[in-house]
């Protein structure tokens, strides 16, 4: 199988922009078996009590995974998750964006894995940390 | 601890709308250790080519595990969620609510596990299964 | 892609009797989408104070997917765990075995995926529970 | 709550030996936040085809937990694991040790967390990841 040549950073992030309309994630690095996103936090992704709403973390994290993904394989449209396993560790500040940074553990032919850490833009501590796979169809890169 | 009394669905119901005003699940039951919310799913829940975006799911799986335990612990504002684990199975019907069936594995003093298995309106096929963890602050039932 | 012949209970447990030659797992049943297997506990299993080691319950959570998962695809010798998610709920009874109740939630063309309960014989409560997937090769069934 | 004073490689040594009497871990470093064990691996270790047993791996991502959280919090029996997610990524060479490496995530007053990332020694390729948590006894410190 002969993958693609590897896309920019600006041909992840219009990807992105146009395959996830609902996100808010820009992408701000895409690195080798890495990336970096970067989800801005409001009044929509916040709950009662200032507590960023959980699903937006794992959106953010989900995100931060395909980033890293494509920038490996290349723009793969059907490339689906098919596991996300996070742990929340702290509260995150509710007036900063939240940071993904993903380091792929293994880009096989039909299956990546990958951890996300999740912090407070500023900060050194996680927030929340992800795991995740993604299945990757056959007829990627062909 | 002395626990208050079991809440209500209606009660449970008006205590999500309340707390997740982005949420909107519908709780359609709540029992022993077990409860079931509906999402409805329209074009805001959709990525393109037809599939539901992976994080209304978790959404979906979060809140079904938040109602089943207010069923059990009463109306605790401050029970967060601790960890999800979302494995992903086949693709939903694009046109059909997601309905997630929760049954706690257990509801201890400070932590609360449960299952979710998610479906689509009408099908007995699991869409998505995830597992997820609840701390329960100490206060609670005081 | 034909798959073969369901294999019977006999012949399951007759297979990893042979191919996990460090296991206890004794094959209780094997039904539609579904097994359950018992591992006998004895001074091996335990760790000061009559806990029974956590890898053991792996081991006895993964043995329990891998019986269902046979069940459905025949004696397929090359299926790997790809991951295995566990949630350690309870101290289980030091002398009685543990059973592990299997229900498989999708079986594929190559991932499998399922939820086992592992339980203290004669017990009702869930003591750990876990979710794992399976990679079957291509070339199982042909 | 004061935690007692960390205490040193060769005392968290003498307690896995003591504690883990099953377990064949080998405890090479213990770092801020961090630690590293090594598994040796034989016939023991192996199934048929030459692939080290999962319940193995899971084992030696436990090890290297605990062994990152008694250095944190100090030589506390009663820390128990209660979750841990594992990912297979590659086959293990056969006949190489398995070495694990702990980064923890957080170390709260109730609950740990950390991933690990195991490594067949002499390989930079990660061939198993887990992420799990500790709970932390109350009395732990006092």
Redesign the interface.
Known sequence: MTRPAKPSKAEIAAFIA???Q?TKCIVDEVGPMSATIRHPIGI?EL???G?I????M??AA?VALYVALLGEIGIV??A???????????KPAADRSIVGVCRL??VGK??A?G?V?LYSEGSGD?VA?A?G?Y?IPKTSGS
């Open positions: 146009e395959s996830f609902q929509d709950r009662p009590g507590t709403s959980g699903p937006v794992m959106a989900d449209p059907l689906v998750t098919t596991s996300l396993n996070v742990n929340f560790l702290r553990l293994k039909s299956l894995v951890e850490s996680v940390h795991v796979t299945a």
